[in-house]
T-cell receptor
């Protein structure tokens, strides 16, 4: 199946700094990518839909100025957590459906963010 | 808006036995997809099985099968001959057809296969 990568897999940052997480589709193009946040033993909560060439669509309650999303190309979306605080510590997962009729979605391996 | 409900937070099963995980959903859509995803301790999301709502035949994938009851909005997952590697969190998910392919997930069921 298709592969989605995320980088970094783990990151520790200090409170008040920003951190960027990359999501790449390695062998297919994706005009849309999704960003999720997952707290321990909980489900995936959709944060935003990343759209290539246009602005991201954020879910209710997600601060767009805090979680900056850029879909720079058909294979890359980035999530930047700005002015991170300890409550932003979580597991962030991206997913991407290939362009076309297939309704499969492929998930990245996730990024564990710890804010100290 | 769609909702997906998994009423079993935790389940356990003996190795080689069969277990069924429950999922119900609510939607006004007529055409959609349903999925079961597995998330092992590595936290990589893995597709287990999917069902197109317009297909009456229940999907099967080796030891995994579903019981899809469209009228009841029920979508349970049966795992036969359970293996230790099946230990994981299982999420039921819904996706409307023709959407931007947004998935709505249930709260998950932690399945433990006991040796």
């Amino acid at each position: 199946g298709a592969v989605v990568s995320q980088h970094p897999s783990r990151v520790i940052c200090k409170s008040g700094t920003s951190v960027k997480i990359e999501c790449r589709s390695l062998d297919f193009q994706a005009t849309t990518m999704f960003w999720y946040r997952q707290f321990p033993k909980q489900s995936l909560m959709l944060m935003a839909t990343s759209n290539e060439g246009s602005k991201a669509t954020y879910e209710q309650g997600v601060e767009k100025d805090k979680f900056l999303i850029n879909h720079a190309s058909l294979t890359l979306s980035t999530l930047t957590v700005t002015s991170a605080h300890p409550e932003d510590s979580s597991f962030y997962i991206c997913s991407a459906p290939p362009t076309g009729p297939d309704h499969e979605q492929y998930f990245g391996p996730g990024t564990r963010l710890t804010v100290t | 808006a769609q909702t997906v409900t998994q009423s079993q937070p935790e389940m356990s099963v003996q190795e080689a036995e069969t277990v069924t995980l429950s999922c119900t959903y609510d939607t006004s859509e007529n055409n959609y997809y349903l999925f079961w995803y597995k998330q092992p301790p590595s936290r990589q999301m893995i597709l287990v099985i999917r069902q197109e709502a317009y297909k009456q035949q229940n999907a099967t994938e080796n030891r995994f099968s579903v019981n899809f009851q469209k009228a009841a909005k029920s979508f349970s997952l049966k795992i036969s001959d359970s293996q230790l590697g099946d230990t994981a969190m299982y999420f039921c998910a819904f996706m409307p057809l023709g959407s931007a392919r947004q998935l709505t997930f249930g709260s998950g069921t932690q399945l433990t296969v006991l040796p």
